[in-house]
């Protein structure tokens, strides 16, 4: 009798752990009225200071970018670019396009040698592959029309890091480690950066500090005339480049009208060309909005399987029409009609993979980088941005400007070198994309925002190049459809296709043996590697109270700090 009640006390004991384990879910940081969540924790401290002074959202988007810029030079950037998407407290939505230009003496086939074919590296390596940056026009233009502290309030706390110093953690003295030897080849000098980093070593940036202070005291000026362009057109010409001071001078940001459209009761703003990013997220949420997904299990066969199949008609679609719309006729509305979005998917099975080599782009009648990086604000007045940002690959062009200390872009890879000959990402492009004088190039970066039933619901975007669309796109659904919070959705494995390659690439020990075996019989090739990281989204969640819950990816060293 005695051995019976132990054993039913140990089942019930039993069958409380695992109850309670089945009920608790990860979340993340909570806060009552306000939250940056980025790339670092110094960056999202700085920029929640701000709101905490009284600042808005769009004074913690300068203070938080300058930060990144400091703190997380591989993809954080004064030499780069970008795009915001922004929904007011009043619903007001609006979009800034402070993406990179090619130089005025860019050619279409600048990166072609004499027999035609594209020079391997030329267009992502050094000098040759710089466009002229935005980010600084950017964070100005955001400043002088929705801003309200003084200016050098948000970029003063910039400055002190970056001459004081901050630690360097594991991941960052690995990645800078790892870069040496291009940097190395990419300077005629020794740079900063170049030694060898460990965990805890102080970082200390006195020609970035003294670059911030000209940008303080004399605005945009302090980046685009003067002694800073001077040095970064002097550099840039000393190593064979073409960005001339009347690239710098001519150098505007852009206000565009953002993508805003429908999933079933929530509306969802995000980026414009020459982002592809709103255009295909439109295209693949539609053509998988038919579905009950409520049938169909998180991350299984067949989840991965509609996913993919609709990823594989947008990219298909990124790859042949999409470009700057100030150079090229794009036919946006018809690319996310509804009527389009159902011929397109009407080749779909879900019996057998549809072959990328069978899929063109469709009948119309009518990139980047694993190291960009992303950055989500709420302020306590409503107002809500999402900024993404990048130099395209980690440190961009690995070249650091002599006597200014910020790093250059390698986007003029984000063009077409050649149509139909893909980039360091795979993606294919065409002559929408080939590249012409002050030309943007297209873009993968998908700064998005989500309302449901006309209130604030998300603030997200990723890094990740081609995969940052697909990566918006899961976290979006894991909320929506699956009713994750917002860290519980960000720790969620990803999975990616792009059309071309024909590959599933999927994070490594994630998914089931069950569902890779069975999408491989259904002709479905996967892509894992131990490497293989798909996207570091950092996001932020309206919770039913009005709260804010932060999703800062472990895949980094992201953080969310707010109040």
């Known amino acids: 009798m005695k051995k019976t009640i132990l054993l039913l006390a140990l089942s019930l004991v039993f069958i409380n752990c695992k109850t309670s384990e089945k009920k608790e879910k990860t979340t993340g940081l909570i806060t009552e009225k306000a939250m940056v969540v980025s790339a670092r924790e110094e960056a999202s401290k700085i920029g929640s200071d701000i709101l905490e002074k009284g600042g808005n959202a769009y004074d913690a988007m300068a203070a938080t970018q300058l930060a990144l810029a400091v703190v997380y030079p591989v993809a954080g950037n004064i030499g780069g670019g970008g795009f915001m998407v922004y929904r007011d407290k009043d619903g007001k939505t609006g979009a800034l396009d402070f993406r990179e230009k090619a130089p005025l003496t860019a050619t279409r086939d600048m990166y ?23 980010t600084i026009a950017g964070i100005f233009e955001v400043y002088n029309k929705l801003g309200s502290l003084p200016f050098k309030d948000l970029i003063q706390p910039s400055i002190d890091m970056a001459r004081n110093g901050f630690s360097v953690t594991k991941k960052q003295a690995s990645s800078l480690n790892d870069t040496r030897e291009r940097f190395e080849k990419a300077n005629n000098y020794k740079i900063l950066f170049d030694k060898e980093w460990k965990e805890g070593d102080l970082l200390q940036q006195e020609e970035l500090a003294q670059t911030l202070e000209r940008i303080r005291d004399n605005g945009q000026d302090g980046f685009y005339k003067g002694k800073t362009a001077n040095l970064f057109v002097d550099y840039v010409t000393e190593l064979g480049g073409i960005i001339s001071l009347d690239d710098l001078a001519k150098y505007k940001a852009v206000w565009r009208k953002p993508i805003n459209f429908k999933y079933k009761d929530y509306t969802i703003t995000t980026m414009t060309l020459p982002s592809s990013g709103g255009i ?8 998988i909005e038919p579905y009950d997904l409520s049938k169909i299990t998180h991350n299984s066969t067949e989840y991965v399987q509609l996913l993919t199949e609709a990823e594989r008609r947008s990219y298909a679609d990124r790859a042949h029409f999409l470009g700057d719309i100030d150079f090229v006729n794009v036919p946006t509305d018809s690319l996310i009609a509804d009527n389009y979005i159902k011929e397109r998917m009407s080749s779909f099975s879900w019996d057998k993979a549809t072959k990328s ?35 395209n690959t980690g440190y961009g062009s690995k070249v650091l400007v002599k006597g200014a200390g910020f790093f250059l872009n390698n986007e003029m890879d984000d063009f077409s070198a050649k149509p139909g000959v893909p980039n360091v990402y795979g993606l294919l492009g065409s002559e929408a994309n080939a590249i012409a004088p002050e030309k943007r190039m297209l873009s993968s970066m998908t700064p998005t925002i989500v309302e449901h039933n006309g209130k604030l619901k998300m603030v997200l975007g990723t890094p990740g190049g081609s995969t940052i669309i697909t990566s918006v796109l899961q976290n979006i659904l894991n909320v929506a459809e699956y009713d994750m919070g917002m860290q519980e959705s960000v720790n969620q494995p990803r999975f990616h296709h792009q059309w071309m390659p024909d590959v599933v690439r999927m994070e490594p020990n994630s998914f089931t043996t069950e569902t890779k075996t069975k999408l491989e019989s259904l002709g479905y090739e996967i892509l894992e590697r131990n490497s293989l990281i798909i996207g570091r989204v950092d996001a932020i969640l309206v919770l039913p109270n009005g709260k804010l819950e932060g999703g800062a990816d472990k895949r980094g060293d992201d953080a969310a700090v707010g109040f």
């Open 280 to 287: 295909c997220l439109a295209q693949i949420l539609k053509s």
């Open 112 to 134: 072609l040698d004499k027999d035609g074919n594209v020079i391997p590296g030329k267009s992502s390596f050094g000098v040759h592959s710089v466009g002229v940056p935005g």
């Open 357 to 391: 080599s069978d899929v063109s782009h469709g009948d119309i009648l009518g990139p980047e980088s694993d190291q960009t990086t992303h950055y989500s604000i709420v302020d306590q007045f409503g107002n809500a941005v999402s900024v993404t940002t990048t130099l």
